[in-house]
């Protein structure tokens, strides 16, 4: 073989051996812990259904599943993280709606969509406004007349710029035409126990994360903010019927992965999740939660990602929300 000719083959010889390798390698996946993480501090929503979702992938793919809480920067430093992990499947991302936000926020140093491998969505869940109970309101037209009588003196807390709290409550406040001011934390379970403690007056945030407080009678819901009720509070009534027409907010939560993750772990891993969030134990905590369990293929998530980083970038816009 003269020179030229082994030029050419030496690197389509590496490229095959490299792709049987990674043929093997997920034939046999997993063979060790998988490291999910989870882009917020523990208590928030990604948190909750990371864990639950975590613990039955484990299950049914023979090794545990680790739960990694790496919070900062609206998700980013999580998010960084695992996107620039090696790309072999024992690294995943749990995403939410604020994937979508961050890229109007934030300067990426990698692409939102071609960055990443989609590997499953995992269910939908509206928020909730809800109020400390000291708050001297019992509907969201209450609440909106007290807040205009007292401009700036009533706050919100959120888990952080960009955070779906933060996102969701400027809508609504842009919406009812109100002034009131927003204190980020850093995380959803700080943000929460901030309007517990009524250091905060108003929490609009996920559905999932602060039904156990509205039960508890620590905190008093005034209207979810999906499009119909929810079946878990079914006597309250959306923002939209409650006196703030058009509003809608949904969280959302997935697992992704880095962008060069083999095709067969994506399609493994979806798989797995699909047949979790099939099961009714699974339809059923997603409900008595009040979300929704959701189940698309990867390429279906990926274009899901897409349109909601196309609708939740007018609200950035429009409220002139900037990254500190």
Known sequence: MNIRAL?????????????SGVAVAAEN????????????????????????????LGDRLGKPVV????????GMIGTDTAIHSQPDGYTLLI????????????????????SIAAVAQLGTGPNVLAIHPSVAASSVKELVA???????QLNYASAGIGSF?????EMFRIMAGINVLHVPFKGGGPAMLAVISGQSQISIGSLLQTLPFLRNGKLKALATGGAKRSPALPEVPTVAEAGVPGYEANNWWGIVG???????????VNAEVAAILAAPETQKWFIGEGGEAVSRTPEEFRKWIQSEMAKWGKVVKQAGIKAE
Do not use: C
């Open 146 to 152: 007290l807040a205009k009588a007292r401009p700036g």
């Open 7 to 19: 030029r050419t083959a030496v690197p389509a010889l590496a490229a095959l051996a490299l792709s």
């Open 29 to 56: 996946y997993p063979e060790r812990p998988i490291r999910l993480i989870v882009p917020f501090p523990p208590g928030g929503s990604n948190d909750i259904v990371g864990r639950v979702i975590g613990q039955q």
């Open 258 to 268: 880095p962008g060069a993750m083999p095709p067969a772990v994506v399609k493994r």
């Open 95 to 114: 995403i939410s709606a604020a994937y979508a936000y961050n890229p109007w926020l934030y300067k990426l140093n990698y692409d939102p969509i071609k």
């Open 165 to 169: 709290q933060h996102m969701s409550s």
């Open 67 to 74: 739960i990694d809480n790496r919070g900062g920067a609206g």
